[in-house]
Nanobody
Framework: QVQLVDSGGGLVQPGGSLRLSCAASGSIRRIYTMGWYRQAPGKQRELVASITSGGSTYKDSVKGRFTISRDNANNTVYLQMNSLKPEDTAVYYC??????????????WGQGTQVTVSS
């Protein structure tokens, strides 16, 4: 069984920073893509950033402010968020596309962590 646990959210003032973490555990053979999504109230869930062995991609509105990184040895992905804006307020979800012990490949989600940017 695979579990993703994300953490690091909180309340921060505009211009501030937060660092999100997500650790994957369980019967994992290989992780392909790890990423962060967010969902604001009344809006659809959207991809913020993702990372593979070939590189990373970002939503246009976070380029230059957010940085995604990955610790492959510990199956962990991070999202460093700088210069936060009120429009970044959302529940942030970790996602991992991985191969389990049964060799099947599928996506898994973390439970979500709230990020609130407000003065």
């Amino acid at each position: 069984q695979v579990q993703l646990v994300d953490s690091g959210g909180g309340l921060v003032q505009p211009g501030g920073s937060l660092r999100l973490s997500c650790a994957a555990s369980g019967s994992i053979r290989r992780i392909y893509t790890m990423g962060w999504y967010r969902q604001a109230p009344g809006k659809q869930r959207e991809l913020v950033a993702s990372i593979t062995s070939g590189g990373s991609t970002y939503k246009d509105s976070v380029k230059g402010r957010f940085t995604i990184s990955r610790d492959n040895a510990n199956n962990t992905v991070y999202l460093q968020m700088n210069s936060l804006k009120p429009e970044d307020t959302a529940v942030y979800y970790c996602n991992a596309d991985l191969q389990g012990s049964d060799y099947s490949q599928r996506g898994y989600w973390g439970q979500g962590t709230q990020v609130t940017v407000s003065s």
